[in-house]
Nanobody
Framework: VQLVESGGGMVQPGGSLRLSCAAS????????MSWVRQAPGKGPEWVSA????????YYTDSVKGRFTISRDNAKNTLYLQMNSLKSEDTALYYC?????????????WGQGTQVTVSS
C-alpha cells in the first residue's frame, strides 16, 4: 500500500488549496478513504471521509462548507479542495485508507503534505 500526498503549501487566510493523494498497491475503488490532519502540538484530527462511490461523505464541523472531499477512481486519486482557509487549518495533512467510515479508523497513511495558512 502506498499513499502519496501533494498540493500543500503556504497560503494567506481566505485562500484555497487542493490536496491530492495518489494511491497504489490496493483496490482504491473499493475502499473508504479519509483526510486526517495534525497541527503542531496537537493530536490527529479526522477531517473528512468518502465512501468508495463518492456518494457519501463526512466532514468535521470546523471545515463544513469550506472543504470538499472527492475521488477519481479511474486515476486512483483522492482530493481535498480547501477554500476560505483559516490560520487554524495549518497542519500536516495525511490521506488514509479507512477501515471504518463512521469512526475514521484507518490502517495506512501517507507521509503527509504541509499546509500553512498565514499572512
Amino acid at each position: 500500500v502506498q499513499l502519496v500526498e501533494s498540493g500543500g503549501g503556504m497560503v494567506q487566510p481566505g485562500g484555497s488549496l487542493r490536496l491530492s493523494c495518489a494511491a497504489s498497491g490496493f483496490t482504491f475503488s473499493s475502499r473508504d478513504m479519509s483526510w486526517v490532519r495534525q497541527a503542531p502540538g496537537k493530536g490527529p484530527e479526522w477531517v473528512s471521509a468518502i465512501n468508495p462511490g463518492g456518494g457519501t461523505t463526512y466532514y468535521t464541523d470546523s471545515v463544513k462548507g469550506r472543504f470538499t472531499i472527492s475521488r477519481d477512481n479511474a486515476k486512483n486519486t483522492l482530493y481535498l479542495q480547501m477554500n476560505s482557509l483559516k490560520s487554524e487549518d495549518t497542519a500536516l495533512y495525511y490521506c488514509a485508507r479507512t477501515t471504518d467510515f463512521y469512526s475514521g479508523r484507518s490502517d495506512f497513511w501517507g507521509q503527509g503534505t504541509q499546509v500553512t495558512v498565514s499572512s
